[in-house]
């Protein structure tokens, strides 16, 4: 005991001296301790990987280095700052004491993070809690310098969580990579509006590598875009209560190979906003979301229901192709004001093209579309290769790293 307390002690002193510094040297967070050494070394880490490492809620300008392997403890906010990487290698399990909001891993502008998980050893960050519930954590936050349309020109918007500035003019804005990453049991509330989703993205850029990611047993959404330009492959969203997949703020990436489930407590399968209606389309010239989705899969609990698989609105524009959806009322939900130069022109994107659907399946689904955008179009109009959509190939890649099937 007095031999881990000691390390323990030392562990939170060079955390919290190496961040009242500007040194760029990186925090390898380890255990070397002589007792912890004797055990069996479990691949590729150099101690005791039973141990339980504490990481010091604090603002990191040096880099920071998990090691493989390994697992680690957050009780508060987790901040890289610009010019810092978090590097966490394969294998990594972090966990967050289960106290809500204010315990999260944010990435801010001009920080990286480098977190390569594998298929077979996939970076796991969750609650900490010995009976783990959605909400217990804040989850991982991401904030690059890509447009987004809630701001004018090149000024920048606050995250929701933390304050922390977001957006640009930098499309190709790299902020690190995602591979094999699953975010449990996150969405902690701050207040009545403000709340933690698994991923955040936050005006991320294209340059960021995401694939092979998972949120699970959220309480928000599972992934969310504000903004940004970020693509995203090989997505899973599994019983979040909130919106499995959302975005607003101009998102202008792409979502390719998306599989989502809904548990007990849900919302919509994805929730698709043109502009955040809580700030307004404040640029100028206005743009609106306009992604592209790609072999996604969306299952429900069934026509009876009543729920939506995808709301359409705010004027989002996007395009979709290949999309499976199973077990709801309603497929597509269009919300909306009528005419191009209304606020809300989502019923325009349908008209000019913008906003489609190509190679769509339903299955146990009541209505295919409603329209309430104020503009007539047929569903003809709006869905073309009704019955040819396959959507993703999920038991294939997402086969031994991802949980909740």
């Known amino acids: 005991m007095k031999n881990n307390l000691l390390l323990g002690l030392a562990i939170t002193t060079l955390l919290f001296n190496s961040c009242s510094t500007d040194d760029t040297a990186a925090i390898n967070i380890t255990d070397n301790s002589v007792t912890n050494n004797t055990t069996t070394n479990n691949g590729g880490g150099t101690g005791n990987t039973d141990e339980e490492i504490a990481i010091s809620a604090a603002e990191y300008s040096s880099d920071l280095i998990l090691e493989a392997n390994r697992t680690y403890t957050i009780s508060g906010p987790v901040i890289m700052t610009d010019g810092a990487t978090l590097t966490i290698n394969e294998g990594v399990i972090i966990k967050a004491v289960a106290t809500g909001a204010d315990v999260y891993i944010a990435i801010s502008q001009g920080a990286k993070i480098i977190a390569n998980g594998s298929a077979t050893k996939p970076i796991v960050m969750t609650s900490g809690n010995a009976n783990p519930a959605a909400g217990q954590w804040g989850g991982l936050i991401l904030l690059g310098k890509a447009p987004i349309n809630?701001?004018?020109?090149?000024?920048?918007?606050?995250?929701?969580?933390?304050?922390?500035?977001?957006?640009g003019?930098?499309?190709?804005?790299?902020?690190?990579?995602?591979?094999y990453v699953r975010v449990e049991y996150s969405g902690g509330a701050a207040d009545g509006s403000s709340e933690n989703n698994g991923f955040s993205f936050y005006g991320v850029g294209a340059g960021t590598t995401?694939?092979?990611?998972?949120?699970?047993?959220?309480?928000?959404?599972?992934?969310?875009?504000?903004?940004?330009?970020?693509?995203?492959?090989?997505?899973?969203?599994?019983?979040?209560?909130?919106?499995?997949?959302?975005?607003?703020?101009?998102?202008?990436?792409?979502?390719?190979?998306?599989?989502?489930k809904h548990g007990a407590?849900?919302?919509?399968?994805?929730?698709?906003?043109?502009?955040?209606?809580?700030?307004?389309?404040?640029?100028?010239?206005?743009f609106w979301s306009k992604p592209t989705v790609t072999n996604a899969t969306i299952v429900g609990l069934g026509a009876s229901t009543g729920n939506e698989a995808i709301r359409l609105r705010a004027g989002t524009q996007g395009v979709f192709d290949n999309i499976l959806i199973e077990g709801f009322e309603e497929g597509f939900d269009l919300d909306g004001d009528a005419g191009a130069d209304s606020d809300n022109p989502t019923g325009t994107g349908v008209i000019n093209g913008d906003l489609n659907i190509t190679n769509v399946t339903f299955t146990d689904v009541t209505t295919k579309m409603k329209n309430d955008t104020g503009d007539t179009f047929t569903e003809a109009d709006f869905i073309t290769g009704d019955g040819n959509g396959t959507g993703t190939d999920y038991t294939t890649w997402g086969a031994s790293w991802t949980v909740g099937n």
């Open 150 to 167: 809630s701001v004018t020109g090149s000024a920048t918007s606050t995250s929701e969580i933390g304050s922390l500035p977001y957006g």
């Open 169 to 179: 003019t930098d499309a190709a804005d790299s902020s690190g990579v995602l591979r």
């Open 210 to 260: 995401i694939e092979y990611i998972q949120a699970y047993e959220g309480a928000d959404d599972g992934i969310e875009f504000f903004g940004g330009t970020a693509k995203v492959s090989y997505a899973v969203v599994i019983n979040c209560q909130d919106d499995s997949i959302d975005w607003t703020e101009g998102f202008a990436g792409s979502i390719t190979n998306a599989y989502v």
């Open 265 to 286: 407590d849900h919302d919509k399968g994805f929730e698709c906003d043109g502009y955040n209606t809580d700030i307004g389309n404040l640029s100028n010239p206005k």
